[in-house]
């Protein structure tokens, strides 16, 4: 090691310690943020090499036990989108059996939502269905179609709405040619949101949802310490681009909004009745770290 690379070093190590101990001493440093130190070394054409650890862990770092790999997990087959992938909770796969063994009414009770041709079609009184599971931050996928038969218009015309944790709606209309709100159409956190673009298929096609959700954290006393977060592809399109939710998405009148309430860290994922008969199929669920 030569001499200026050892000065290097020791300067770089004493900037490291000065930097560190300053943020801590004046309580700012940031947890949300990724802890970047640097160590210069020697490499092995003689020139000073700058090594990088985020939090701890050395960039390229070989050993599994410092940087385990990631878990393999199989696709779904090639070409058929959305299909589930090994790690998934399927929630509706098109049979019987999976609403028998996923599904409920609100009350705990066999839901009235019906099978049509392979897919779970919304009753009108039915009320909403829901998951027995119970889930926290999640990917979700999950296939809509609005009906064919077109009826109403505005918020009446294929109205439902996927709900995670049974409370923040995402919303389910026939948004083809149908002028509503921005914060109600297909895409929408509800009253909070309007998607980023309108990628609505036409009524009776089937559409994809697939929503990243991170639910928001409560302290003791219930007051919010991070908020919800939705990333949402739909029909494959970036509707919703790391959103953070300012509030709840219930309605409470014609402009108002609803706040956040606190609630436990997993509850089950639901649809909603609004009336009109939307269909879904092919629902997973993959639940994520908070
Ligand atoms: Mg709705």
Sequence with gaps: MTRSSILNRQTALAALILSTSTLVSHGQQDMSKPVITTETKVGP????VLYMYIDGIKVHETDVSKQPLPPVVTPG?????????????????????????NWTD?????????MVGGALESVKKAGYIQTKQSFGSCQVHIEWASPANVEGDGQGRGNSGVFLMGTYEVQVLDSFQNVTYADGQAGALYGRKPPLVNVCRKPGEWQTYDIIFHRPLF????????RATFTILHNGVLIQDHVALSGGTGWMGPHAAS?????????????QDHGNPVRFRNIW?????D
């Design 45 to 48: 054409d003689g020139k000073d």
């Design 219 to 226: 302290d003791a006393a219930g007051k919010v310490t991070r």
């Design 106 to 114: 609100t009350q705990g009770q066999p839901t009235q939502w019906k």
């Design 77 to 101: 087959p090639a070409g058929v989108l959305g299909a589930a992938p090994s790690d998934a909770v399927v929630l509706f796969d098109g049979t019987e059996k999976s609403i028998a063994e």
């Design 285 to 289: 669920i993959r639940e994520l770290k």
């Design 259 to 271: 706040e956040y309430k606190p609630h436990p860290d997993k509850a089950p994922f639901a649809m």
